[in-house]
T-cell receptor, first 113, second 116 residues
Framework: DQQVKQNSPSLSVQEGRISILNCDYT??????FLWYKKYPAEGPTFLIS?????DKNEDGRFTVFLNKSAKHLSLHIVPSQPGDSAVYFC????????????FGKGTSLLVTP | EAGVAQSPRYKIIEKRQSVAFWCNPI?????LYWYQQILGQGPKLLIQ????????DSQLPKDRFSAERLKGVDSTLKIQPAKLEDSAVYLC??????????????FGPGTRLTVT
């Protein structure tokens, strides 16, 4: 069963605007959440993460918001740039210290000039 | 710092044949993972090693898949015999253990397997 869900397969945004990618999860035992970015023919690369004790984490143009009661997180990219065009995967883990990641199916983001 | 290395990058085999993939993790990374990514899906864990011991192989189809990590460094993943549904990208990842960023897994470029 899919414990991490990304219900939007694709998203198109104009350059300079905000991109919002959403993710829902079903397992209340998840306590660490990550976003990975993937370009074609490359492996996923880590983007940003958030612990369940926080509700927001920022890193430059990227901000992740966590709503534990709704079991929902989102990634905001402001401003969006054409180089941000990639597939974004939401992932979740149950515990610290190297537990494997449960991934969503990904959202393909296209940022147009 | 060198990244996670994988080979081969691409492999085409016929069903019922065998195939092996190799992974060299980032130096010093004690934890190594093999994921399977089927087209249109997110990566799914097959097996996790801590040094040369298996931590989790609950989703590894053990009747046809095997993996080993000799000496706690390089790892190989083998499929024998392959089925059509094994067509996927096989990703290797590694991470440090018990650090402030132990969740951060570094992925290799993957091996794209096509079974015909």
């Amino acid at each position: 069963d899919q414990q991490v869900k990304q219900n939007s397969p694709s998203l198109s945004v104009q350059e300079g605007r905000i991109s919002i990618l959403n993710c829902d999860y079903t397992n209340s035992m998840f306590d660490y959440f990550l976003w990975y970015k993937k370009y074609p023919a490359e492996g996923p690369t880590f983007l940003i993460s958030i612990s369940s004790i926080k509700d927001k984490n920022e890193d430059g143009r990227f901000t992740v918001f966590l709503n534990k009661s709704a079991k929902h997180l989102s990634l905001h990219i402001v401003p969006s740039q054409p180089g941000d065009s990639a597939v974004y995967f939401c992932a979740a883990s149950k515990a610290p210290s190297g537990y494997a990641l449960n991934f969503g199916k990904g959202t393909s983001l296209l940022v147009t000039p | 710092e060198a990244g996670v290395a994988q080979s081969p990058r691409y492999k085409i085999i016929e069903k019922r044949q065998s195939v092996a993939f190799w992974c060299n993790p980032i130096s010093g990374h004690a934890t190594l993972y093999w994921y399977q990514q089927i087209l249109g899906q997110g990566p799914k864990l097959l097996i996790q090693f801590q040094n040369n011991g298996v931590v989790d192989d609950s989703q590894l189809p053990k009747d046809r898949f095997s993996a080993e990590r000799l000496k706690g460094v390089d790892s190989t993943l083998k499929i024998q015999p392959a089925k059509l549904e094994d067509s996927a990208v096989y990703l290797c990842a590694s991470s440090l253990f018990r650090t402030g960023r132990s969740y951060e897994q570094y992925f290799g470029p993957g091996t794209r397997l096509t079974v015909t």
